[in-house]
């Protein structure tokens, strides 16, 4: 009896050792493992999608081919991302996979005529991570996608840029998890990062006559249901920030006259108040913006020797603030676009309020009169008794 239980126990052990076993094997030479992946309007078909893959074996020490490039670039027309996956086999006997996709870029022209079904490919594809970026094109991403970078893997070196600490607050990163949080609530504007081709020029054109490019992201676009209505370039996404105190620690303000800048500020820490008054036939909002900064740069036409001129700093810092600020708000309630978030501010602090408004809230955000309060400390400056150069 004791045999025949210890034998069960051998038994059922050893299946638990087959259960860890490998169910779904695939060898690497096997796989394509996308990098990047940018869908576009087609001109036969509804979408042209190119691929970008990495070829790992330029990769290796003892590389069997030293002039192969290091990723591939593959345009396919399809009525589907699956169909245009699925003809990329037609080419290739390896199969994708995008367990390794770093970045999806949409082309402009598509986003502004809806992107339902691409959010909906990218999540059902259980391979695809949900903390991967989305990016909006400026023109084709499959121009993006195609340029010669300065770097082996573009895919990789855009995906390090998305993380890092964008000290200029020209863009904010996006994943499919925080873009979708927006796109199911019925009230709110989404987003997503303006991804840009920028050549870089030698002094001298090479030989080959062919100029290296780099990928940079700036700016923001604005999703309206599932079409992009409204895009900001790299200095109003700073205010825009600005507005939702969201202002990254390091970013750059600018103390300007005219078109003339009289100083430069860095950020330090930074905060947003949005306050809601009157009622449902008369309201009005205000935001008070707190922004204690260091400086930076003062340029020859300004004096800091006291603490007056630290105080002349101060004020000018807060009216070009408010300035750029209200004529960026202004500009979108003309277009009747709350890209601020408003709405659903109101709606969490004044669910009362939201209720009487909601309907017609475009036509009320349009009206809305909106009071700017920019509130300016200085810190660090290391002005207050003499100029740096005296």
Request: charged share 25%.
């Amino acid at each position: 009896m004791r045999t025949i239980r210890m034998l069960k126990i051998a038994l059922l052990m050893c299946g638990c050792l087959l259960m860890a076993g490998c169910w779904d094997r695939r060898e690497v030479n096997e796989t394509v493992f996308l990098t990047a992946l940018s869908v576009d309007k087609g001109s036969r078909q509804k979408y042209e999608v190119t691929f970008q893959w990495a070829n790992p074996e330029t990769f290796s020490q003892f590389p069997s081919d030293i002039t192969k490039q290091p990723i591939t670039v593959f345009t396919i027309e399809g009525d589907s991302i699956e169909e245009a996956a699925g003809k990329l086999t037609e080419i290739s006997s390896r199969s994708p996979n995008y367990s390794h996709l770093e970045a999806v870029v949409i082309g402009d022209e598509v986003a502004r005529e809806g992107i339902h079904e691409i959010l909906d490919k990218v999540g059902r594809t259980f391979q695809i991570r949900r903390t991967k970026f989305l990016l909006v094109a400026e023109n084709k991403g499959k121009d993006l996608l195609q340029a010669k970078t300065l770097f082996s893997i573009p895919a990789f070196d855009l995906s390090e840029v998305l993380l890092s600490s964008n000290r200029a607050s020209s863009y904010v990163q996006v994943n499919y998890n925080e873009f979708m949080q927006l796109y199911k609530a019925a009230e709110s504007t989404s987003f997503l990062p303006t991804l840009h081709a920028v050549s870089t020029k030698e002094d001298r054109p090479s030989d080959e006559g062919v100029q290296n490019t780099l990928l940079k992201v700036k700016g923001m676009t604005f999703f309206q249901g599932d079409r992009a209505v409204y895009r900001l370039n790299g200095q109003q996404t700073k205010m825009w920030l600005c507005v939702r105190g969201k202002l990254r620690k390091g970013t750059p303000l600018l103390w300007k006259e005219d078109s003339h800048t009289l100083a430069t500020f860095k950020t330090m820490t930074q905060s947003s108040k949005f306050d809601l008054k009157g009622n449902a036939a008369s309201v009005s909002a205000e935001i008070d913006i707190h922004v204690t900064v260091s400086t930076d740069e003062i340029y020859d036409n300004v004096t800091a020797k006291g603490e007056q001129d630290v105080e002349n700093m101060k004020a000018g810092l807060e009216e070009t603030l408010e300035r750029e600020i209200s004529q960026l708000i202004a500009k979108t309630q003309q277009s009747k676009r709350d890209i601020f978030l408003f709405g659903r501010e109101i709606r969490t602090r004044y669910p009362w309020k939201w209720k009487q408004l909601k309907e017609e809230w475009g036509d009320t955000y349009s009206s809305l009169e909106i009071k700017v309060n920019v509130h300016v400390k200085i810190v660090n400056s290391g002005m207050l008794t003499r100029n740096a150069l005296d």
